[in-house]
């Protein structure tokens, strides 16, 4: 059985990396990962020239028909009149040089905190946490895109009468979209790590001493990967439910920020909703790669019951997709791909 | 795995009944399929011959009833890899050339080697655009591929859903020609199509099916020439029509057209002119009456063999 997996999964690779659709979803988790890692970066190096920047009230500026401005602290600090403002109101810039003020004690935190963004291995949780949402979305178009064409292109009929079985031949989907996955994450971490390591290079490292470890990169990795697999599961479910890449697809996408909109929706209206959103895939995920060590860290309660409802929809939706997949008559092409 | 041996059948069902909500796809068939040679499985459109094949390659679930092929129930894997196939339309990857998706078939299912794809490429005469995407192939080139695909690991058993279809006539011809070749060697083909003349040319035995039931299956020779029968024209067609209905050899005689249409087995043929002769009636005429498959058909269905309509 496993020997028939491997080599039927073999063969999916041999299908997968021969579509164009694969290397152009990479392109975009590639480049996600960058744009966290520059946008770090230029953020960075904003809060050494500025020293931080404050924002003017924005009712301030509406009432002297002023379009909203943003002012540094190293310039309200500096005590040189000429870099001070002179459009705005004195009290308002007294105002704005306290807060300055309060910020500077925090600065060496701030500056330590937005450095470990840039470089490595701090740059890594939190470009993976600025991908986990593309992510999601980008391995439940592969995986309706992957499962979802031999439906369309009829191919599945011409595929099951070789005798690979329907167990296996699903299975070494599965088991091919989750090695992708995984083996994706490896390269936009490798590509993350390279740009990190020329960010480093171009910036001054604050004296504060970092934080971030190299063991917190890797589980931010791990729990990347296995936050997509209940998404996997989920899209081939409904893939082979409708028998329709599309709809998998869209069902797959709809899900995850209809999730979402609920939640926020019925939580304000109903206090016990938050408990039954514990339960729920896509809030299940956030608390999961949230106690990576990007985003808020989650309890590790809250850790350990996102992890067993996550194994639980897992489960319960393969055994759903192998079970649909395994009963259904195969038809012929409907279409699309 | 059982084995087969000479004169067994390689598929066998009983009483198989595939039905979807109301309608019955197949009703209680009972499909006997020797070794070896080219079977004929015929009908109208919607006739469930495609059901059945679905059924016996484990792509359709049976409502009821057996199915046998090598002996082993249908749908294992061991067997299947036994078997090649061709149902309804080819399908393939269309983003893949025609060489790479038989490489992945062949991949999938374990069947042969590389020098078979180009050896099989040539054979259905796409050498030439085998790196093309199969996208981009005409329909005569798909079910060239489709065949190409069913012939991978040289299957003991093949399955050909309307294989013709798309070709030109060259094609068609050269297609018929090399289901031929396959079906001597012991190799098994089981031709599903509703181009009788086609069909006649090539099968050893056939089974004929109609709205998903059995009507009649055999050797192609048998059942064509089970009702042999002739022009008979006479001195006296009316005495002719009385003494020959009490005739052991005559099975059935009509007036037709003012002649007498007589079926009897053509080696009984002297019988019948003794008989006429010893009562004083002399023959003037007898032209044997060649059944084709498409008359054949016609007449047991009772339906047009392309359309499924029934003759009125």
Known sequence: ?337 | MSDVAAGELVIETDGLTKRYGDVVAIDHLSLHVPKGGVFGFLGPNGSGKTTTMGVLLGLVQRTSGEARIFGDPVGHAATLRRIGAMVETPTFYPYLSGRANLRYFQGIGHRGTAADIDRLLDLVDLGKRADSKFATYSLGMKQRLGIACALLGDPELVFLDEPTNGLDPAGVVEVRELIRDLGRGGRTIVLSSHLLAETELVCDHVAVLSRGKLIVQGAMKELLHAKDSFWLGTTDDAAALTLLSAVPAVEHVVASDGELVVTAPPARAAEVTRALAEAGIYVTKLVPIRHTLESFFMEITETDPTTGRGLT
């Open chain 1, 1 to 337: 059985m496993i020997g028939t997996v491997a080599n039927l999964a073999r063969w999916e690779w041999f299908k997968l990396r021969r579509r164009w659709m694969l290397w152009i979803l990479l392109a975009f988790a590639i480049l996600f990962g960058q744009l966290a890692v520059w946008g770090s970066f230029f953020s960075y190096q904003n809060l050494v020239s500025t020293g931080g920047e404050l924002t003017v009230p924005a009712s301030l500026q509406s009432q002297q028909g002023r379009p909203p401005r943003t002012v540094s602290c190293n310039d309200l600090l500096s005590g040189d009149p000429a870099r001070q403002p002179s459009d705005l109101d004195p009290s308002v810039v007294d105002g704005l040089r306290a807060q300055c003020r309060q910020q500077l004690a925090t600065q060496p935190q701030r500056l330590q905190r937005a450095y470990e963004n840039v470089t490595l291995p701090g740059s890594i949780p939190l470009a993976l946490g600025t991908l986990q949402t593309l992510g999601l979305i980008l391995i439940a178009v592969l995986t309706a895109s992957a499962i979802g064409i031999d439906y369309g292109a009829g191919t599945l009929r011409s595929v099951l009468v070789q005798g690979t079985g329907r167990w296996p031949y699903l299975g070494a989907k599965l088991v091919t979209l989750v090695v992708l996955a995984g083996l994706a994450l490896l390269a936009a971490t490798a590509t993350i790590a390279i740009s990190s390591s020329v960010a480093e290079r171009l910036v001054t490292a604050p004296a504060a001493a970092s934080s971030a470890t190299w063991s917190a990169a890797g589980v931010a990795i791990w729990k990347a990967w296995l936050s997509l697999i209940p998404y996997i599961t989920l899209t081939a479910f409904v893939t082979v439910l409708a028998r329709s890449s599309a709809a998998g697809m869209a069902i797959g996408l709809g899900y995850y920020f209809a999730e979402q909109i609920l939640v926020a929706l019925l939580s304000n209206f109903f206090s016990w909703f938050t408990t039954v959103a514990d339960y729920l895939p896509v809030h299940s995920i956030a608390a999961w790669t949230g106690g990576s060590g990007f985003g808020a860290p989650a309890a590790p309660a809250d850790l350990a019951h996102a992890g067993f409802v996550l194994v639980g929809y897992t489960l319960a939706l393969g055994a759903l997709a192998f079970w649909t997949f395994h009963r259904r008559d195969v038809q012929g092409a409907t279409g699309g791909g």
